[in-house]
C-alpha cells in the first residue's frame, strides 16, 4: 500500500466532514474499517453497509472508525447512500484510488473493470495508525458478491487481529 493514499482526500456524502481523508479518520480513531464496495449497484454491498450501521455503536465502543467507499460519481455515490444512511462516512471513489492502493480484484477482465457490479469483488481493510502511520492489520479480500466478512467477524479480527 502507497501510504501517500490515505492521505488523499475523497467526497464524502456520508455523515463526518467533506472531503475527508482516510488519514484524518485515523487520526480520531484507534483504526479503521473500509468497506471497499463493489459498485453503487450492489444489493449485497448495500446489505453489508446496513449491517454494520445498525452495529456501528460496537465499533465505535471500541475506538474504531469505518468508512464504506464505493466507486462512482459523487452524485450515484450519494443515490446508493440514500438507499442505506449509515451513520458514518460514504467516500465517492470515482478514481478507484483506494481499490487500486489495496489490489481490490476484479474479474473478467476488461468487462468486469467496466461492469464493477459484477467484476469487481468487495474488500474489508482494518488499518491501524500508530504514531500517525497507517498499518494493514486485516485484509479480507471476497472471491464474490457474497463472500465477505459478517459484523461478528469484523468485531472478532479487530480484537484479535492474528485469529
Known sequence: MDPEVVSLEFPNVGAGPDPVSVAALGSNSAAVVLLLMQSHQSGTCR??????????????????????????????????RRLVEPPFPVLADSETALATA??????????????????RAPMTIILEFRNGEPTVTTSYQGMNSFDR???????????????
Not at 151 to 163: G, K, M, Q, Y
Open 102 to 119: 489495496f489490489t481490490q480484484q476484479t474479474r473478467y477482465g476488461k468487462l468486469g473493470r467496466m461492469a464493477q457490479a459484477i467484476g
Open 149 to 163: 466478512p459478517s459484523v461478528r467477524e469484523l468485531l472478532t479480527l479487530i480484537d484479535d487481529p492474528v485469529s
Open 47 to 80: 446489505q453489508q453497509a446496513r449491517e454494520v450501521a445498525d452495529a456501528y455503536d460496537r465499533f465505535r465502543r471500541r475506538d474504531i472508525a469505518v468508512a464504506v467507499v464505493v466507486p462512482g460519481s459523487y452524485p450515484k455515490v450519494r443515490s446508493w
